[in-house]
C-alpha cells in the first residue's frame, strides 16, 4: 500500500517493512520411536496424521527468555540493527517463564535497554496478532524498530502421558525485526476471536478455594495440562483458515494467485494441505518444517519462515501468506510483502 493512502485514510504517516529474521530451537530431540516407549503411540500413526516425526525439548535449566532471546539476536543481525536501537520488543506467548511478563528479560538479555516490552498471549495465533500490533505503532510513527519474537515451550504444559496431545508440541522461538519504511509491506490483515469455543483447547488455571479472611476465599491453585478436542479444533483450523487468508488478501487487494509462500502454524500437514488445497494454492508454495518440531505455538510461523530465508526459498519481494490459529479460539491472517 501507498504511504499516500495510508494518509488519505488518516491512519499513519509512514509504512513498515520486515527487514531479518531470526530462530533457535533447544539441542534435546525427541522423535516418535522414543515417544512410543512411554505412551501407546508408532512413528506410522503420528508421520501419517501430522506429519510430525520429531520436536525439540527446553531442559529445566534453560528458559524460554534464553531461547527468544537467541531468536531475537539472530533476527536483529540479519537486519543489521543494533539492539539499542530497539524502541519496542513484543513477545508473543503462552508459555512465560513468568506470569507478569517475560519480554522485559527478553529486552535485558539482548541488552535493549531503550526498549518498551511486553507479552502479548494469543496461543498460536500469537505471532500474526504481534505482528499486527506492531505494525500499528510503527505506521503512527510512534516507533521505528521493534523486535517480535513468538516463543513457546509447551512441553512444560503437556500431559507426557496423553498421546493425544503430547505427540503434537514441541518448543522453539522465531523471530523478526519490523522497520519503518517508505512503503508498506503489510498489505493486509484479519484477526478474530471466539471465545464460545475456548473449552476445545486450553491451559486452564485450577483454584482451589482458599481462606484469605473469614467469607473471603480465593482460588489457589496450579495450571492443568493442555486439553484438546483435536477433531473439533481440525474442523475449526480447515475452514477458517482458509477463509482469514481471503479476507486478509481482499484487503491487501490481492488474490491467491499473487502469494509466493503461504506461511501457515504449523499444526498438522493435513492442515496445511487442506488449507492449500482450498485456497488453490499450490503445494511446492507451502512451508513446512512440522516433521522437525511438531507444533511450537507462537513460534511456529516465525521458525518456518526463518529457516526458508536462510535457505534462500523466500527471498525479498516474495508475498508472504501468514496465518494462525488456535486457542481462545483464535485466527488471524496477515499478507506481508518480505524486504523493504
Ligand atoms: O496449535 C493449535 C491447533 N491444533 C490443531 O490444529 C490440532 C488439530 N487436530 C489435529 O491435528 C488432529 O485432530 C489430531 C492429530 C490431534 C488427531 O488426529 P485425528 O485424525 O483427528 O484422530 P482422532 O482424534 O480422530 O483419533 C483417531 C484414533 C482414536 O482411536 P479410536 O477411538 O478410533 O479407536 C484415538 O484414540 O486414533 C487414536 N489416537 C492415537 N493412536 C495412536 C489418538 N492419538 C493417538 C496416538 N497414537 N498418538
Redesign the pocket.
Known amino acids: 500500500m501507498e504511504i499516500t493512502a495510508l494518509e488519505g485514510l488518516g491512519i499513519g504517516l509512514t509504512g513498515i517493512a520486515l527487514t531479518g529474521s531470526g530462530s533457535a530451537v533447544p539441542d534435546q530431540v525427541v522423535d516418535n520411536e522414543a515417544l512410543a516407549q512411554v505412551?501407546?503411540?508408532?512413528d506410522e500413526?503420528?508421520a501419517s496424521?501430522?506429519g510430525i516425526r520429531q520436536r525439540r525439548i527446553l531442559p529445566p535449566t534453560a528458559t524460554l527468555a534464553d531461547l527468544a532471546a537467541q531468536a531475537g539476536d539472530r533476527a536483529l543481525q540479519a537486519a543489521g540493527l543494533a539492539a539499542i536501537d530497539l524502541d519496542l520488543i513484543v513477545l508473543a506467548t503462552s508459555t512465560a517463564d513468568d506470569l507478569f511478563g517475560t519480554a522485559a528479560q527478553v529486552q535485558a538479555k539482548l541488552g535493549a535497554s531503550r526498549a518498551v516490552a511486553f507479552d502479548l498471549t494469543a496461543?498460536?495465533s500469537g505471532f500474526v496478532f504481534a505482528l499486527a500490533t506492531a505494525a500499528q505503532f510503527v505506521r503512527t510513527g510512534v516507533y521505528q524498530n521493534v523486535l517480535i519474537i513468538g516463543a513457546d515451550a509447551l512441553s512444560r504444559w503437556v500431559d507426557w502421558s496423553d498421546?493425544?496431545?503430547c505427540?503434537?508440541f514441541g518448543d522453539g522461538a522465531g523471530a523478526v525485526v519490523m522497520q519503518q519504511n517508505d512503503t508498506d509491506q503489510l498489505l493486509g490483515f484479519e484477526m478474530r476471536s471466539d471465545g464460545q469455543l475456548n473449552s476445545h483447547?486450553n491451559l486452564v488455571h485450577q483454584g482451589e478455594p482458599r481462606s484469605v479472611v473469614p467469607d473471603v476465599t480465593c482460588g489457589q491453585g496450579n495450571y492443568t495440562p493442555v486439553t484438546?478436542n483435536?477433531?473439533e479444533?481440525?474442523r475449526f483450523?480447515v475452514t477458517r483458515v482458509p477463509e482469514v487468508v481471503e479476507k486478509a488478501l481482499f484487503r491487501a487487494g490481492l488474490t491467491a494467485e499473487a502469494v509466493d509462500w503461504l506461511v501457515l502454524?504449523q499444526?498438522?500437514q493435513?492442515?496445511l494441505d487442506a488449507a492449500a488445497t482450498r485456497l488453490k494454492i499450490p503445494g511446492e508454495k507451502v512451508l513446512s518444517n512440522l516433521g522437525q518440531y511438531g507444533?511450537t505455538?507462537a513460534a511456529s510461523i516465525p521458525l518456518v519462515l526463518d529457516e526458508a530465508i536462510r535457505q534462500g526459498r523466500v527471498k525479498s519481494g516474495d508475498i508472504l501468506a501468514m496465518a494462525g490459529?488456535?486457542?481462545g479460539l483464535s485466527w488471524g491472517g496477515a499478507i506481508v510483502r518480505w524486504g523493504r
Open positions: 505412551v501407546e503411540t508408532s500413526w503420528i496424521r501430522t496461543a498460536c498421546r493425544r496431545t505427540i503434537l483447547l484438546m483435536g477433531q479444533v481440525y483450523a502454524h499444526a498438522n493435513r492442515i507444533n505455538s490459529f488456535g486457542a
